[in-house]
């Protein structure tokens, strides 16, 4: 029986990626739906009502969600974080998470040089600004993402740092990093941090006030990581104390609308941009369609979550 997959992307993929989902799946004998750029939740919960598998990016995949999806055997987020899955749910109703690490890493990293270069030079404001050559780079959690980051750095002329306890410190020296196993040392030492930690209950406002408080002098936060990390009140309170302190998210802050006010200092994307290039969209929409053909026709797990 040829399986039901439905492609439900809120922030839709770029064409060529598309067409290289709807490739696989027809070589495949599947019948692929496809939900893009939808706007609201009761469109995609009419949409898995009848699905068996799913692809999505941020799209949020909650109990409501598999609550309707009566049919569904795999969700993979075609991306890297997945705490827009409800993994316990998903477990508890058998259903098969995955994610696709690193696919779309280099396009985040690449991201996170821009928008350092980007606050460097006042957003282009036409006065002198600065360089990245010669300056301390601190990586905050070492996963696929701050790997590329730590590479293209390098690349610059900075010198990068990073600090990660669930990785070995002989891991990240071998990727010529200077490591920190104090996480306030990377701070105190570092005027550019690049936050790369997963959302979990742990991480939530963990990036406070007494961490950044440690940053020295032209000090500059890139969160390509989720917003919810950050403490929105302690970035505040920062941008009040110090002029010198530049903050630029991927992730539009709660209060982007009271953060318009440190002008040069502040920048946040419109719309999440870190896996926003074809390139990303083609490996990790690739990616996830294969995972979920091995998954039905070779009972592959690999990279389940749950
Ligand atoms: C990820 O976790 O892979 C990134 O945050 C990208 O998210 P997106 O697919 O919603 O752009």
Redesign the pocket.
Known sequence: MSKRVLLATE?AFAAPAVKGIEEIFSKAGYVLTKLENYKEKSDLLKAVETAEAVII??DIVDKEVMDVAKDMKIVVR????YDNIDIAIAKEKNIVAMNTPGQ?SNA?AELVIGMMIYLARGKFNGKSGTELRGKKLGIHAYGNVGRFVAMIAKGFGMEVYAYDPFVAKEKMEADGLKVFTEMKELYKNCEYISLHLPKTKDTVKSINYDVLSQMPEGATLINTARAEVVCEESIVKIMEERKDFRYATDITPSNDKEMQIYGDRYFATPK?M???TEEANIN?GIAAANQIVNFFEKADISFKVN
């Open positions: 922030k990016r941020s075609a991306g890297a974080g779309n985040v999440k870190g896996a926003q990790a």
